[in-house]
């Protein structure tokens, strides 16, 4: 293998958050960059407490889901039936070990309930009402469906609904055009972090796509596609065409060619300019390395995305902020 | 060069422990056989009779014969959930555009991996789960029963057994396949692990890891401990050796050693590059397999066929 690449300026703890890359109207570009910051310090308090790369990612991931500006947990977009439909994945690079959930509601926060099916069982994923169950294991409450969807999935489902006859399109949802420009519909939220011990961990949580078949699993919770994580390596999260992220296994992808001697930058960019050339679609990623070096990339609109470290924070959202 | 032979095709019944009864290896190896042989049929068929790509329609047709046969753990014969219910994954994917289509825990259709090519080649997705899938089953007009009709004695004896920990499991069926064309495909089925908790998903129905294919490269599928093969993407993975250099059989044997070595779990995987070379590997004391290519005609077995030392004209 390559020699790697080393950050000439390594940091010890980092955290990176995103909050999805997609086509971002200018009325949501507020309450995205507070959003993604506001998470990256939770996380961040997390870290400089000598907390674990887990913990942190999984509270930055938490403080997404309540929020309602994004597409998890609260805020999550509404499957076929009209209803909140959720996936998340969270993994631990020491060990390897993860946890993932696909289609499962009545819960405001998927991505503790994946850390459930990781610590309280011995499976990595588990979907529907048998993951739920861990959460009344554990002594959580269940919410409403209700008390998760928001006034504008409602709308966008109105919309949906609208454009889309579900008649003519019994099989197939929004036009792949659409989902793969990244033009129609919100995202996924991510984040992925580097512990003061240096262990590595990364998490991905969604509602999927408006309208969606009810049952249908896009990359979130797939392991190698939504995330990936690998002390050895570095921690991946990743965002966009759901169908297509899954088929080219990106996060995964992107690790490996960090493996190969690629910057996290760099290993970001190729691995979105590959999925496009091969299956079309477009998306984002963000990489942090056990070295504290962080790579992030994407090829929508937009993309919010904000890290702390002890240099201090940087936050983006324009293509042109990737430039700092 | 009588290694490089197109078209192939390698179908694995699962892994696990060897069974003590010589009947039932018998068994295991015709129906492997039986398996491989269907794939190589459609593989053969004249120009006139195929278009597209006959190493999907190979694979398929192999995995659906493993699903039908109760003997193994997919379809008829899937291993019991905790509470004795049915619940199948499988998935296929296409090496020539990396299209894929994914099912889990569905429990009324009796070919999964039929419904799996439905829902690649129907819909704009890749994976369905649960009601979803199965109401998708209704929709595509594909016939569904009630999963009494998969559940054989076997499996609820074994349920007892695992349940009082003192089973054995062999589990998930497999194929990849590269046509007279060089296009590549796989194909998973599972009835999963023997008393897992409702809803769990492990790795068949997962693109990367328990199966991948691609055209410029070959096609794999993996056997063994779901949750470790997931760790390690593990079909993905021994592609991406292959990509870099390593024999099929070089390959498949690196990532099992690295399955044991990096999350202690065991299992196998089946390997065909794009120019008909395969691997076939395991950690655990048995894997079924059949394979079929012109040079070798059929062969099976219930181990290790070779280890990348030895010259084969098969690795």
Redesign the interface.
Known sequence: LAKPYSCSDAMAACVVVHGGAWAIPDTLVVANVTGVQEAADKAWTVLSANGSALSAVEAAIRCLEDNPSFNAGTGAVLNEAGKVEMDAILMNGK????GAV??VSGVPNPVTLARLVMEK???????????E?LWDEAGFQRISNESLVTEAAKEEFQQFKKFHNTVDN?????S?DE?STGSLGHETVGAVAVDNDGNVACGTSTGGITG???????DVP????GG?CDNAVGAASTTGY??SI????LA?KAL?LIEHGKSPKEAAQTALEEMHE??GGCGGIIIVKPDGCTGIHFTTKRMPWAVCSQHGRKHGIEPEDLHQ | DPCMAVPAIVVHGGCGLLPHDLSIRERYQRGAEKAARAGWEILTRSAAESSGSTALEAVEAAVRILEDDPKFNAGRGSSLTKDGRVEMDAAIMDGR????GAV??VSTVANPVTLARRVME????????????E??AA??GIPVTSQEEFITDMARSKLDAALRNTGTDHDTVGAVAVDKDGNVAGATSTGGLTG???????DSP????GL?ADNAVGASSATGH??SI????LS??AL?LVEDGRSPQEATEEVVGLMGR??DGLGGLILIDKSGRMGINTSTECITWASFNQSDGLRSGLQNPIHSGERSCMM
Request: hydrophobic share 45%; aromatic share 8%.
């Open positions: 060990d390897l070990k993860c696909a289609c069982t011995d499976h990595v994923m588990m979907v529907g009402s048998g993951a169950r019994l099989f197939k949802s929004q792949a989902m969606k078949r009810v049952g249908r699993v896009g797939i392991i190698g596609a990936y759901g169908e899954l088929k080219v296994t995964r490996w091969k299956v | 555009n990396l299209k894929a889990s825990s129907q819909t704009d997705y890749v994976m369905l789960v649960a009601s979803g899938a109401r998708f929709d595509a897992k908790l409702r809803g769990r998903v492990a997962l693109v990367g890891s991948y779901g949750e997931m760790k390690l993407t993905r993975l991406w990096r999350v």
